[in-house]
């Protein structure tokens, strides 16, 4: 199976009127405030559309994955705090990670591990989201492509762009009937943590499952 992706955007920057840092969060237990200003702030958050990917490895550790696809019309950086759960509720586990500069129409990957895996029944998440003030996305200037092989995922990103994009990577999630088997993080930088204007460079991941896969689903992340 080939599968070609290519993202072209076009981002605009419109400023909230009254907003200063525009933080944002999305939870499923938090109170919602109905002040106008935390009405404007939870807006970008809700705007997030995430999809919640894990599975148990080699009866060792557990993956937990989220892609979040911005929908909103901002440039934003995403923060997520993550709770695993046991079968009675009670904490057995915390972690947090994020990504920076996602585009409008990007699907950005966060991802981290869990050595409490027989354990573990459920995730509760808190999503902080602000529109970002440093970084500049790249999302327009790659170009992608990966084909799906017996074992993995063999993929290339073109930077089509004028200048360096910084820190970017590619996250696989491997699907079997639906369900998440494995997982693969593939890089695209130089020595410097840097894909240079008109280098393409490629990159291998390996799906380790008794169950083989039959799908995959990326997401993108990078900055400048």
């Known amino acids: 199976m080939k599968m070609r992706y290519l993202a072209v955007l076009l981002l605009s920057a419109v400023l909230l009127v009254g907003c200063g840092n525009n933080t944002t969060t999305k939870s499923g ?14 807006s970008l958050a809700d705007m997030m559309e995430t999809k919640e990917y894990s599975c148990t490895v080699d009866d060792s ?3 937990y994955v989220m892609y979040v696809t911005n929908n909103s019309d ?3 950086s995403i923060d997520l705090n993550v709770t695993a759960l046991d079968s009675s509720g009670s904490m057995v586990g915390s ?5 920076k500069a996602v585009a409008p129409g990007q699907t950005a990957g966060i991802w981290t591990t869990f050595d409490e895996w027989d354990k573990i029944d459920s995730f509760d998440y808190a999503l902080s989201v602000s529109e970002e ?3 500049s996305p790249v999302y327009s200037d790659l170009s992608v492509d990966y084909n799906t092989t017996g074992s993995g995922i063999v993929a290339s990103v073109t930077n089509n762009g004028t200048s360096a994009a910084d820190y970017v990577w590619m996250d696989v ?3 079997k009937d639906g369900k998440m088997v494995n997982f693969s993080e593939l890089s695209f930088m130089d020595d410097n943590q840097e894909l240079q204007p008109g280098t393409t460079l490629s990159q291998e991941g390996t799906c380790y499952s008794d169950s083989g896969f039959d799908d ?9």
């Open 29 to 42: 237990n938090t109170e919602v405030d109905t002040t106008t200003e935390t009405k404007q702030k939870e």
């Open 173 to 175: 999630v491997y699907l």
């Open 61 to 63: 550790f557990m993956y």
């Open 216 to 224: 995959v689903v990326i997401a993108i992340n990078g900055r400048k």
């Open 74 to 76: 901002k440039v934003v």
């Open 133 to 135: 003030k440093e970084y």
């Open 95 to 99: 972690s947090s990670d994020g990504t």
